[in-house]
């Protein structure tokens, strides 16, 4: 079986940073795309990020500029680097991961249990 497990969540004041890992951990045979999402207290989920296996990234528009996103393919983990946190930041971050438990073209996604995030005074 297949998990991620994310770490970093914490409470940080406005304008401070927090750097949030996720690793895959289980049997599998390749990682494609890997992202971090977000769901605040009454809304909806909403992207982060995302990052390619090759390094490419896409970001919220929202984030860009305080957010980082990046990757080890060698330790089958995706970061998460913040900075100049804002109290509208706070939420659950949760990780998402394509997964190919065996060699083909077949990917599953699959979800962290999520991390919180609060910014606060």
């Known amino acids: 079986q297949v998990q991620l497990v994310e770490s970093g969540g914490g409470l940080v004041q406005p304008g401070g940073s927090l750097r949030l890992s996720c690793t895959a951990s289980?049997?599998?045979?390749?990682?494609?795309?890997m992202g971090w999402y977000r769901q605040a207290p009454g809304k909806q989920r909403e992207l982060v990020a995302t990052?390619?296996?090759?390094?490419?990234?896409n970001y919220a528009d929202s984030m860009k500029g305080r957010f980082t996103i990046s990757r080890d393919n060698a330790k089958n983990t995706v970061y998460l680097q913040m900075n100049n946190l804002k109290p509208e930041d706070t939420a659950v971050y949760s990780c998402n991961a394509a997964i190919a438990r065996a060699n083909g073209p077949v990917f599953v996604s699959v979800w962290g249990q999520g991390t919180q995030v609060t910014v606060s005074s």
């Open positions: 289980g049997s599998f045979f390749s990682i494609a795309d």
């Open positions: 990052i390619t296996s090759d390094g490419t990234s």
